[in-house]
């Protein structure tokens, strides 16, 4: 039986998020949120408030929301509540694997102790 869309996408992430160290997920507002220790780094989202996407939620440096939003509107979106904060919400069909492994990893480098980020830093 071949899994749904939702299933299929979230399967992306989890793979992604719990390969990095100290990662944990558990439900946040009746959705997959994947931490870093006690720090949020990924939130998955499936039709949040009925807005027909499959995506998640991402830390963003400073300035990459209003660059991905005006570049690909499509792909890349101001999530509701957060987005405020500079978060970046993805859409999951329009993003690619190796993409989303970027988006991925840079989330969890922003939301991780700076030891941890050094330790992990590719030589």
């Not at 499959?54 to 991905?68: E, H, S, V």
Request: charged share 25%; aromatic share 8%; with cysteine.
């Amino acid at each position: 039986m071949a899994l749904s869309r939702q299933a299929h996408q979230l399967g992306r992430v989890r793979r992604l998020c719990l390969a990095l160290p100290e990662t944990s997920e558990r439900l946040s507002h009746g959705e997959p949120t994947f931490y870093v220790r006690q720090k949020v780094f990924v939130k998955f989202a499936d039709n949040h408030h009925a807005d027909g996407r499959i995506a998640r939620w991402i830390q963003a440096p400073p300035g990459a929301q209003a660059t991905l939003t005006k570049q690909d509107p499509a792909a890349y979106f101001r999530p509701p509540y957060v987005g405020a904060k500079g978060r970046v919400g993805l859409e999951l069909g329009r993003i690619d694997d190796q993409d989303l492994a970027f988006y991925v990893q840079m989330a969890w480098e922003m939301a991780a102790p700076d030891a941890r980020v050094t330790a992990t830093a590719p030589t």
